[in-house]
């Protein structure tokens, strides 16, 4: 099945193209979203993704299992310029003269999420990742590829991610490992850490 679609989806053919989007549309929105940490973000990713695959579907090859690791990759790389062109706009914006100071509601959106404390603990952390080592962790972790499908959609060789991968979970067990002096639980850094544990060796 997965064979004949790939078959379809080289031919452009615009059903079989459906089938992809509807298929696959939430995991390529979670996977942008684990990398930037936005929403918005993470949707214009998806758009953007699949806009790219129809016009790389010829590169598809016709024999293969499921094409999510191939869809992944190609939102990896479409994450990477659109955080590009972000920063060259926080840049331009920056050189712009001051006005008047428009209030920022990313704050209150956080506040609705559950947990928010031990979330802001995991991002800061992510944020001390290399973008290489970010990007195999999700896919590894999160979006539960193994490593020779992570290593398909990354386009590097499977000991570049298992090494990848392992340095992620290093330096994350690390960097939200709680302040001693504050009287949190360790506890907190292993529940936080466990699911990067599981389920991949």
Same mark, same amino acid.
């Given at each position: ?81 659109? %955080? /590009? &062109?972000? #920063?060259?706009?926080? +840049? ?8 008047? !100071?428009?209030?920022?509601? @990313? ?22 990742? %290399? /973008? &290489?080592? #970010?990007?195999?962790? +999700? ?8 490593? !020779?499908?992570?290593?398909? @959609? ?48």
């Amino acid at each position: 099945m997965e064979t004949n679609l790939r078959t379809r989806i080289r031919a452009g053919d615009h059903a079989a193209f459906g089938e992809l989007f509807d298929a696959y549309a939430r995991s390529v929105y979670n996977h942008a979203y684990r990398l930037t940490g936005e929403w918005s973000t993470a949707e214009d990713v998806v758009s953007l993704t699949f806009l790219e695959a129809w016009r790389l579907r010829a590169k598809l090859d016709e024999e293969g299992g499921s094409p999510r690791p191939w869809l992944l990759g190609i939102a990896t790389n479409v994450t990477r310029n659109t %955080r /590009r &062109a972000a #920063r060259r706009h926080a +840049a331009a914006v920056a050189r712009l003269p001051r006005g008047e !100071t428009v209030r920022d509601f @990313a704050d209150e959106v956080d506040g609705r999420i559950d947990d928010a404390a031990q979330l802001a603990v995991v991002r800061t952390a992510l944020a001390r990742l %290399r /973008r &290489a080592e #970010r990007e195999v962790l +999700a896919l590894c972790v999160w979006d539960g590829l193994d490593y !020779t499908a992570a290593a398909e @959609a990354l386009g590097v060789p499977v000991g570049t991610v298992r090494s990848r991968l392992s340095r992620a979970r290093t330096k994350l067990a690390k960097h939200m490992e709680p302040p001693a002096d504050r009287g949190q639980m360790r506890g907190d850094r292993t529940t936080a850490v466990r699911p990067m544990r599981e389920g991949h060796r």
